[in-house]
């Protein structure tokens, strides 16, 4: 296999990292091992370049709508929109949405009770919707001009209320955020970048993704086109039935979202040595995240040219038949989440715990926490999982020693607290809310959680900086809100290490159960096969990694699709059966995860 990466030195100034810029192009040759740039083949043309944009545009009546996401970078986009205008000759009429935003003040205030306290990291869900950022007497004036072509364009121009055509344009997670990094990003409601990367994400989280993700799933249904930013100066597009028609037979049958990686302060070499297409110049890799559907997106081929769409298109199209029986339950959220976290030749997590589900409703808005495991993929003879307290765990002495750590820079004999317990190959732990816990050195972890992902309180982080050599935030008080004590002791053995049971089996192939916590929502299971299996999905969505073997070929629907090593897919539950073919040498183990039936 082979990719183009010709896009790789672009764009420097516009994105603040050390990882690749998604290629616009791929060979779609069979891979011989784990594949960053995992793709689905589109249901029809996808295009590049800004001169076939316009072409296309120039079909559709005077008035096009340009609405998007947060972090594209409009002026430029439009910019090069006018270039084609004039090579051609033809003139026509750009109106800017930002212009009908409300004042800072009302931005402030429309915002205060979400982000508006001062925790550097955690907010509230805004509940509002994008109309908010706007004032209405602004918004009716933006009116087109007569005897012309008339472009609005900005997150929001489809509430202009302009009758045309409609084009959006999607930008990955994972690229605001490179360009937040960078200074090049404004929020919802700014008209210049804060300079400020964790704020800007702050409100990304809390405020701006979710009301453009209403937004968004409001105007889908009617978009005729759709554009694929993240490479500025190439930018590739398609139709939208096109988007539409691709994304209906990727809910039927099985696709990979595409991962993404960062470093870390505790990161390790594990993926960087065993995913060969990541840059090597990285100083660690800390996280793969395979699946966080809010932030992965999933790319769509056709004839080697790439379009990438956020996952969560998928769910706002047609989240019954991803999600099945718990669509009822989680709406357009992805609930299950797997990414590795990579401490191979690299150091310990931090000593954290994660927020009790009443805790999350109250401060954060969100309606589900964030309940987690660990599967051990890989591990080095000696690596260790910190989990639980020590049976005479004394909950004010711990405090008392954590604040003075923190206040003082001065190191805790945690093991005194928390107890270890050695990690090996296909090891699970189970981490419901409000437990102490912590990912040693030299581990490969497959975190198959709940999908919230970034509300772990920190108590303990080895007096370390971050990368940037700045101090790492701790949350020690908000910790102590919603930590159990009484898993301690033996408890901890007994019920937070799970001990897989067969469940089913056949002549070659068995299925075992690896009992999760009563308070997670999903199950976790282990599909061990020599040569093939057939399963079913039985309403549910899958999330599957393959654990142990080279590659196995996976059947849904009559398509056949290729998985190797540490690659992880998703089964809508709309597929119903699939087949699962061990292709490599030895057993093949699939980890496979989904909502329990009475949580749906």
Same mark, same amino acid.
């Given at each position: 296999?082979?990719?183009?990466?010709?896009?790789?030195?672009?764009?420097?100034?516009?994105?603040?990292?050390?990882?690749?810029?998604?290629?616009?192009?791929?060979?779609?040759?069979?891979?011989?091992?784990?594949?960053?740039?995992?793709?689905?083949?589109?249901?029809?043309?996808?295009?590049?370049?800004?001169?076939? $944009?316009?072409?296309?545009?120039?079909?559709?009546?005077?008035?096009?709508?340009?609405?998007?996401?947060?972090?594209?970078?409009?002026?430029?986009?439009?910019? %090069?929109?006018?270039?084609?205008?004039?090579?051609?000759?033809?003139?026509?009429?750009?109106?800017?949405?930002?212009?009908?935003?409300?004042?800072?003040?009302?931005?402030?205030?429309?915002? @205060?009770?979400?982000?508006?306290?001062?925790?550097?990291?955690?907010?509230?869900?805004?509940?509002?919707?994008?109309?908010?950022?706007?004032?209405? *007497?602004?918004?009716?004036?933006?009116?087109?001009?007569?005897?012309? $072509?008339?472009?609005?364009?900005?997150?929001?121009?489809?509430?202009?209320?302009?009758?045309?055509?409609?084009?959006?344009?999607?930008?990955?997670?994972?690229?605001?955020?490179?360009?937040?990094?960078?200074?090049? &990003?404004?929020?919802?409601?700014?008209?210049?970048?804060?300079?400020?990367?964790?704020?800007?994400?702050? %409100?990304?989280?809390?405020?701006?993704?979710?009301?453009?993700?209403?937004?968004?799933?409001?105007?889908?249904?009617?978009?005729?086109?759709?554009? +694929?930013?993240?490479?500025?100066?190439?930018?590739?597009?398609?139709?939208?039935?096109?988007?539409?028609?691709?994304?209906?037979?990727?809910?039927?049958?099985?696709?990979?979202?595409?991962?993404?990686?960062?470093?870390?302060?505790?990161?390790?070499?594990?993926?960087?040595?065993?995913? @060969?297409?990541?840059?090597?110049?990285?100083?660690?890799?800390?996280?793969?995240? *395979?699946?966080?559907?809010?932030?992965?997106?999933?790319?769509?081929?056709?004839?080697?040219?790439?379009?990438?769409?956020? $996952?969560?298109?998928?769910?706002?199209?047609?989240?019954?038949?991803?999600?099945?029986?718990?669509?009822?339950?989680?709406?357009?959220?992805?609930?299950?989440?797997?990414?590795? $976290?990579?401490?191979?030749?690299?150091?310990?997590?931090?000593? %954290?715990?994660?927020?009790?589900?009443?805790?999350?409703?109250?401060?954060?808005?969100?309606?589900?926490?964030?309940?987690?495991?660990?599967?051990?993929?890989?591990?080095?003879?000696?690596?260790?999982?910190?989990?639980?307290?020590?049976?005479?765990?004394?909950?004010?002495?711990?405090?008392?020693?954590?604040?003075?750590?923190?206040?003082?820079?001065?190191?805790?004999?945690?093991?005194?607290?928390?107890?270890?317990?050695?990690?090996?190959?296909?090891?699970?732990?189970?981490?419901?809310?409000?437990?102490?816990?912590?990912?040693?050195?030299?581990?490969?972890?497959?975190?198959?959680?709940?999908?919230?992902?970034?509300?772990?309180?920190?108590?303990?982080?080895?007096?370390?900086?971050?990368?940037?050599?700045?101090?790492?935030?701790?949350?020690?008080?908000?910790?102590?809100?919603?930590?159990?004590?009484?898993?301690?002791?033996?408890?901890?053995?007994?019920?937070?290490?799970?001990?897989?049971?067969?469940?089913?089996?056949?002549? +070659?192939?068995?299925?075992?159960?690896?009992?999760?916590?009563?308070?997670?929502?999903?199950?976790?299971?282990?599909?061990?096969?020599?040569?093939?299996?057939?399963?079913?999905?039985?309403?549910?969505?899958?999330?599957?990694?393959?654990?142990?073997?080279?590659?196995?070929?996976?059947?849904?629907?009559?398509?056949?699709?290729?998985?190797?090593?540490?690659?992880?897919?998703?089964?809508?539950?709309?597929?119903?059966?699939?087949?699962?073919?061990?292709?490599?040498?030895?057993?093949?183990? &699939?980890?496979?995860?989904?909502?329990?039936?009475?949580?749906?």
């Amino acid at each position: 296999m082979s990719t183009s990466f010709s896009s790789q030195t672009q764009s420097s100034q516009l994105r603040a990292t050390d990882q690749f810029l998604a290629p616009k192009t791929k060979d779609t040759l069979q891979h011989t091992g784990y594949d960053i740039y995992p793709c689905f083949s589109a249901q029809g043309p996808v295009f590049s370049g800004f001169d076939t $944009l316009l072409s296309r545009i120039l079909q559709y009546q005077s008035y096009i709508i340009i609405d998007g996401y947060a972090g594209v970078q409009w002026e430029a986009f439009i910019s %090069q929109l006018k270039i084609q205008l004039a090579q051609q000759n033809i003139s026509a009429s750009f109106v800017d949405v930002n212009t009908a935003l409300l004042p800072h003040s009302g931005r402030d205030a429309l915002l @205060a009770d979400s982000i508006g306290n001062s925790d550097p990291l955690f907010g509230k869900i805004f509940t509002g919707s994008l109309s908010d950022f706007f004032s209405p *007497e602004k918004l009716e004036a933006l009116q087109p001009a007569k005897g012309t $072509l008339n472009i609005i364009y900005g997150c929001g121009a489809a509430l202009s209320g302009w009758e045309g055509a409609l084009l959006y344009i999607d930008l990955p997670k994972n690229e605001i955020q490179f360009r937040s990094r960078a200074g090049k &990003v404004c929020n919802l409601g700014h008209t210049t970048p804060s300079g400020n990367a964790r704020l800007q994400y702050k %409100q990304f989280y809390f405020a701006d993704w979710p009301v453009l993700n209403r937004h968004k799933k409001d105007i889908l249904p009617r978009v005729n086109l759709i554009i +694929d930013e993240q490479r500025p100066d190439e930018i590739t597009w398609c139709e939208g039935s096109t988007l539409r028609n691709t994304l209906a037979t990727m809910s039927k049958n099985m696709f990979r979202a595409r991962p993404w990686f960062e470093p870390g302060v505790w990161g390790g070499h594990w993926i960087r040595e065993n995913i @060969a297409e990541l840059n090597p110049n990285v100083v660690n890799y800390a996280w793969s995240f *395979e699946l966080i559907a809010p932030e992965n997106g999933v790319l769509l081929e056709h004839e080697g040219l790439l379009l990438e769409v956020s $996952l969560d298109t998928m769910l706002m199209l047609d989240n019954k038949a991803v999600l099945g029986k718990a669509a009822q339950r989680f709406g357009t959220s992805f609930p299950i989440r797997f990414d590795f $976290l990579d401490t191979f030749n690299g150091g310990n997590l931090s000593i %954290q715990c994660h927020p009790s589900v009443p805790y999350t409703q109250q401060h954060f808005g969100e309606p589900f926490t964030q309940d987690e495991t660990y599967y051990i993929l890989d591990s080095k003879p000696g690596a260790e999982v910190y989990l639980g307290f020590q049976e005479n765990i004394d909950a004010q002495e711990f405090r008392n020693v954590l604040e003075e750590s923190a206040l003082h820079n001065t190191p805790v004999d945690i093991e005194k607290y928390v107890q270890v317990f050695p990690s090996h190959k296909h090891d699970l732990f189970l981490i419901p809310n409000g437990t102490v816990h912590s990912s040693g050195k030299n581990n490969l972890v497959l975190e198959i959680s709940a999908t919230p992902y970034i509300f772990t309180f920190k108590m303990y982080d080895w007096l370390r900086t971050d990368l940037n050599g700045k101090p790492r935030t701790l949350n020690i008080a908000r910790a102590f809100d919603n930590l159990k004590f009484s898993r301690k002791g033996a408890v901890v053995q007994d019920t937070l290490i799970s001990v897989p049971v067969v469940i089913e089996q056949g002549a +070659d192939w068995r299925l075992l159960n690896l009992p999760t916590h009563p308070e997670h929502f999903y199950r976790i299971e282990r599909v061990e096969l020599n040569s093939r299996v057939t399963l079913d999905t039985r309403g549910h969505c899958h999330i599957l990694s393959l654990v142990e073997g080279g590659r196995i070929r996976v059947i849904t629907n009559g398509l056949e699709q290729t998985v190797h090593y540490a690659e992880t897919f998703i089964i809508p539950a709309a597929a119903g059966q699939y087949t699962l073919i061990n292709e490599g040498e030895g057993e093949a183990k &699939v980890v496979r995860s989904f909502v329990k039936d009475d949580c749906c």
